[in-house]
């Protein structure tokens, strides 16, 4: 096991290598980046333009009415570090990466670090809530379908659940907003932050209260689609393990049909759901809460990364990327320990020889 362990560890590190190597090669190739952007803006002999990038490009950069010459523009390359070649640059932020420094943003002028803490607790907490609500709702009514499998109760559930997975997270926020958040009905819930303007005022009660309602509206939107697949996932799960020969000999030695289940299927049938739970982590966690964040006004990592995007600030989008592949390739290692921990049948041991 501890082999095992170590050679995961170890891939790690390529496989992060080669992910930022690929990246940092696509954006060389990407047209409009920040060097092309301000000098697109000098040369419009935009005051704004200016006053954005003359607190750092000060003794005479900004001078677009004249136009931009050669040393000028050397100037803006060295701001921005793209006076040095590429493989320079590469072997710069890969250093600095190992210490966790992800460098400085173009458009904030801010730690890119700093930004992503800053960013971290609202994704944080959309995503699990989110994967918590989906776990702790599917898996009991997967189980419940299973047992009841082909009776009203498993028509009518899987009914709603599909309609739920049909319809699109951001339309059903879209919705939750007219129906609970005063766009034309009823005013139940607020619509921006995660807590209220006055929220050190409030008690430690009062704060949880406070934070949790925030949550309501946007959590809710994410968690109703994410109820299909995992509910299916475990009622089929538990159905193929149900029909087993072991089920009918257990039974044939008067168990009861709880402890079968309890004691026998359950343990089988969590495998296959044990393996998603870093993949339905990150999903809550990334996929859809740039929408989300956009739809209830929350200042999250998803629109971090998309501002990022759209303003060329390589040190963002090269920075979120490498957290979220770090945190990937971390839950790929804990789902596989976990399949020891659910079936010690398994034997990492016989993978390495």
Not at 17 to 39: C, D, K, R, T
Not at 156 to 163: A, C
Not at 277 to 290: I, K
Request: charged letters at 15%; zero cysteines; proline letters at 4%.
């Amino acid at each position: 096991m501890l082999s095992y362990l170590i050679k995961r560890l170890a891939l790690m590190i390529p496989t992060l290598f080669g992910i930022l190597a690929i990246s940092f090669l696509v954006i060389q190739f990407v047209p409009g980046g920040p060097v092309e952007q301000l000098v697109a803006q000098l040369k419009s002999g935009g005051a704004a333009a200016g006053a954005e990038s003359g607190g750092t490009l000060s003794g005479g950069l900004y001078r677009a009415d004249r136009g931009l010459d050669a040393k000028q523009l050397a100037q803006i390359k060295a701001y921005y570090g793209f006076d040095k070649p590429a493989w320079q640059r590469f072997g710069e932020m890969v250093g600095n990466y190992l210490t966790f420094n992800l460098g400085q943003s173009y458009f904030y002028q801010r730690s890119v670090t700093d930004l992503i803490l800053e960013k971290l607790p609202v994704s944080i907490s959309i995503g699990l809530w989110t994967f918590f609500l989906t776990y702790l709702v599917s898996i009991p009514l997967g189980i419940a379908k299973a047992v009841r499998d082909g009776s009203r109760f498993d028509t009518v559930t899987s009914t709603l659940i599909l309609v739920g997975y049909a319809i699109p997270s951001f339309v059903l926020g879209i919705v939750l907003i007219v129906l609970f958040g005063g766009g034309s009905f009823w005013q139940w819930f607020p619509l921006r932050g995660l807590t209220s303007d006055h929220f050190e005022t409030l008690s430690l009660f009062g704060k949880i209260v406070d934070y949790l309602w925030h949550l309501v509206l946007p959590v809710t939107a994410m968690v109703v689609g994410n109820f299909a697949v995992m509910t299916m996932l475990t009622k089929n799960s538990f159905l193929e393990e149900i029909r087993k020969q072991y089920v009918l000999t257990a039974r044939a030695k008067g168990l009861s049909e709880r402890r079968i289940l309890y004691s026998h299927v359950f343990r089988n049938a969590l495998i296959p759901i044990v393996t998603g739970f870093p993949a339905a982590f990150l999903g809550a966690f990334f996929t859809g809460s740039l929408l989300i964040e956009t739809i209830f006004s929350l200042d999250g990592m998803g629109l971090l990364s998309y501002n990022a995007v759209i303003e060329r600030d390589y040190p963002v989008v090269l920075g979120t990327l490498y957290v979220f592949t770090l945190i990937g390739l971390v839950g790929k290692l804990l789902s596989d320990l976990a399949y020891v921990w659910v079936d010690p049948r398994i034997n990492f041991s016989a993978v390495n020889s």
